[in-house]
Structures are given as C-alpha cells and as structure tokens.
C-alpha cells in the first residue's frame, strides 16, 4: 500500500518559520502532482500550495510570498518552506500526491497524516 509520512510541524512563535516534508514509500509507478492543505477548526480544508510534475507551483493568495513548495522526485518527497508565519496559519497542514501505483492502474489521491502548525502571537 502506499502511505504518505509527514514530519516538520511543531510550535513556533509570529514570524518564524518551519519546514514541512512528506514522503512517499510503497508502490509507485509514477507521481503527478503534489500539494499541501490545510483546515483549521471552523474552518474548510484549502488548498496552501501546489506542484505539478512539470515544478508549476500555485499559492493560495494568503501565503503568496512566504510559504515555497518544492519537490525531490528521486526521494518522492514534496516540502514546504514556511517564513514569515502568523497566528492564521496556525492550521493542521496534509500533504497530497497523485500517485499511479502501477503501470495497469490509475491515478488516485494520497493523503498524509496531517501536521498540526501552531503559531503563537
């Protein structure tokens, strides 16, 4: 089965920064694109950051300037540099890749763990 690991969350004060990772490991034929999201109690899940296999990146209006995603293809890994944080980013954040697990099989969307990110003021 395949399973998406993130690690990088924690507690930080206004104005610093964390690093988030996530990882893929099981059977993977091919990744397409990869994003993190985020959902704050009372809140809808949105989408913070996104990258296409092609290193497109989209930002949510919110973090434009802070927050850079990146990817390691060769780790099945997707990041995110967060700088600058504010007590609205506070947020449990989740990784996403469209994965193939096969050749004979179709793309589907894996989810991590979550990551909770609490900023305090």
């Known amino acids: 089965q395949v399973q998406l690991v993130e690690s990088g969350g924690g507690l930080v004060q206004a104005g610093g920064s964390l690093r988030l990772s996530c990882a893929a490991s099981g059977n993977i034929f091919s990744i397409n694109a990869m994003g993190w999201f985020r959902q704050a109690p009372g809140k809808q899940r949105e989408l913070v950051a996104a990258i296409t296999s092609g290193g497109t990146t989209n930002y949510a209006d919110s973090v434009k300037g802070r927050f850079t995603i990146s990817r390691l293809n060769a780790k099945k890994a997707v990041y995110l540099q967060m700088n600058s944080l504010k007590p609205e980013d506070t947020a449990v954040y989740y990784c996403?890749?469209?994965?193939?697990?096969?050749?004979?099989?179709?793309?589907?969307?894996?989810w991590g763990q979550g990551t909770q990110v609490t900023v305090s003021s």
């Open positions: 996403k890749m469209g994965i193939q697990p096969s050749p004979r099989r179709n793309e589907y969307d894996y």
